[in-house]
C-alpha cells in the first residue's frame, strides 16, 4: 500500500514540473483543443434550445387555429340555421302565392278559412274551421284545397263550422275516372287507414296504378264537377262490381288552409 502512495505522490510531482515547465503558447493549444472539443457539445444544447422553442411556437399557433376553427364551426352553424329559416319563410311565401293564384283562378267562388282542430280519432274524420254562419257558411259546402276535395261543411255555428273528411265512411262522393267512362262512389274505408274506397265500378274496368280520379258532379249533388279527389293505387273485381284503392290528392294529414265553396263564378 505504502509503494502505491509513494508512486502517486512521484507521478503527482512530475506532473506539476511538467505544467510548470510549459510555456503559455503550450497552455494555450491545450485550452483550445478542450474548447474545440467541447464546441460540437455546446452547439447542440443551442440547438435543442431554439427547437424547443420553436415547438412552443407551433403550440401556441395550434391553439389559436383550434380557436379559430371553433369561431368558423359556430359561426357556420348560425348560417345554416338561418338559411334555412329563409328557406322555410320562401316555401311559405311560395305556398301562400300558389293558393291566392289558384283562388283567384278557380272557376268557384271561395271562402278562405284556416284549421281549428282536428277530431282526437286515430284516423282524422272531422276538423273545424274558423268560418261560420257570418262569413255566408252553410251546411253541406264542398270544402277543397288547392290540391283537391277534403270533404264538406256539417255542423256550422256563427264563427265556427265542422268539415266531414273525405276519408270518412259517411261522406260518399260520386266519382269519375280520367280517360273512361267509369263511375262509381267514394268514401273513406269501414276501418280509416288515410285511404279512399271507390266502389260501384265495373268488373272489367280494370284500373291501373296512377290514373287520377275527379268529382263526378251529380245533378242536386254536393260536390260540383271536376275537382281532384285521388289518384288509383290498386284496382280488384269482385263479385259483382269492381273496387279501387285510392290515395287522397289533398294532403289531408297536415292541413292548414282550406276553402269553402259557396258557388259558382
Given at each position: 500500500?505504502?509503494?502505491?502512495?509513494?508512486?502517486?505522490?512521484?507521478?503527482?510531482?512530475?506532473?506539476?514540473?511538467?505544467?510548470?515547465?510549459?510555456?503559455?503558447?503550450?497552455?494555450?493549444?491545450?485550452?483550445?483543443?478542450?474548447?474545440?472539443?467541447?464546441?460540437?457539445?455546446?452547439?447542440?444544447?443551442?440547438?435543442?434550445?431554439?427547437?424547443?422553442?420553436?415547438?412552443?411556437?407551433?403550440?401556441?399557433?395550434?391553439?389559436?387555429?383550434?380557436?379559430?376553427?371553433?369561431?368558423?364551426?359556430?359561426?357556420?352553424?348560425?348560417?345554416?340555421?338561418?338559411?334555412?329559416?329563409?328557406?322555410?319563410?320562401?316555401?311559405?311565401?311560395?305556398?301562400?302565392?300558389?293558393?291566392?293564384?289558384?283562388?283567384e283562378h278557380s272557376s268557384f267562388l271561395l271562402v278562405p278559412?284556416?284549421?281549428?282542430?282536428?277530431?282526437?280519432?286515430?284516423w282524422w274524420n272531422t276538423v273545424k274551421i274558423n268560418r261560420?254562419?257570418?262569413?255566408?257558411?252553410?251546411?253541406?259546402m264542398p270544402v277543397i284545397t288547392d290540391r283537391g276535395l277534403?270533404?264538406?261543411?256539417?255542423?256550422?255555428?256563427?264563427?265556427?263550422?265542422?268539415?266531414?273528411?273525405?276519408?270518412?265512411?259517411?261522406?260518399?262522393?260520386?266519382?269519375?275516372?280520367?280517360?273512361?267512362?267509369?263511375?262509381?262512389?267514394?268514401?273513406?274505408?269501414?276501418?280509416?287507414?288515410?285511404?279512399?274506397?271507390?266502389?260501384?265500378?265495373?268488373?272489367?274496368?280494370?284500373?291501373?296504378?296512377?290514373?287520377?280520379?275527379?268529382?263526378?258532379?251529380?245533378?242536386?249533388?254536393?260536390?260540383?264537377?271536376?275537382?281532384?279527389?285521388?289518384?288509383?293505387?290498386?284496382?280488384?273485381?269482385?263479385?259483382?262490381?269492381?273496387?279501387?284503392?285510392?290515395?287522397?290528392?289533398?294532403?289531408?294529414?297536415?292541413?292548414?288552409?282550406?276553402?269553402?265553396?259557396?258557388?259558382?263564378?
Amino acid at each position: 500500500m505504502k509503494k502505491l502512495q509513494i508512486a502517486a505522490l512521484i507521478l503527482l510531482a512530475v506532473a506539476g514540473l511538467f505544467f510548470c515547465l510549459l510555456g503559455s503558447g503550450a497552455l494555450s493549444w491545450m485550452q483550445s483543443g478542450l474548447i474545440g472539443f467541447l464546441s460540437p457539445i455546446s452547439q447542440s444544447g443551442h440547438i435543442v434550445k431554439s427547437s424547443l422553442g420553436s415547438i412552443g411556437k407551433d403550440l401556441l399557433t395550434l391553439d389559436q387555429l383550434e380557436t379559430e376553427c371553433g369561431r368558423l364551426d359556430a359561426e357556420n352553424r348560425r348560417l345554416r340555421a338561418e338559411n334555412n329559416g329563409l328557406r322555410d319563410l320562401l316555401e311559405e311565401n311560395n305556398h301562400l302565392r300558389q293558393v291566392l293564384g289558384y283562388r283567384e283562378h278557380s272557376s268557384f267562388l271561395l271562402v278562405p278559412a284556416t284549421i281549428l282542430s282536428h277530431d282526437s280519432g286515430v284516423w282524422w274524420n272531422t276538423v273545424k274551421i274558423n268560418r261560420g254562419t257570418k262569413d255566408g257558411i252553410a251546411t253541406d259546402m264542398p270544402v277543397i284545397t288547392d290540391r283537391g276535395l277534403i270533404g264538406k261543411t256539417t255542423t256550422v255555428s256563427e264563427n265556427i263550422s265542422e268539415v266531414l273528411l273525405i276519408t270518412d265512411e259517411n261522406c260518399k262522393v260520386a266519382a269519375k275516372v280520367e280517360g273512361t267512362k267509369e263511375q262509381g262512389i267514394c268514401a273513406g274505408p269501414r276501418i280509416g287507414n288515410g285511404d279512399l274506397q271507390l266502389t260501384f265500378l265495373s268488373k272489367l274496368a280494370d284500373l291501373q296504378p296512377g290514373q287520377k280520379v275527379y268529382t263526378a258532379g251529380v245533378s242536386g249533388g254536393v260536390f260540383p264537377s271536376g275537382i281532384a279527389l285521388g289518384t288509383v293505387k290498386k284496382f280488384h273485381p269482385r263479385e259483382l262490381d269492381g273496387e279501387a284503392t285510392l290515395e287522397p290528392a289533398a294532403d289531408l294529414d297536415n292541413l292548414e288552409e282550406v276553402f269553402i265553396v259557396t258557388g259558382g263564378k
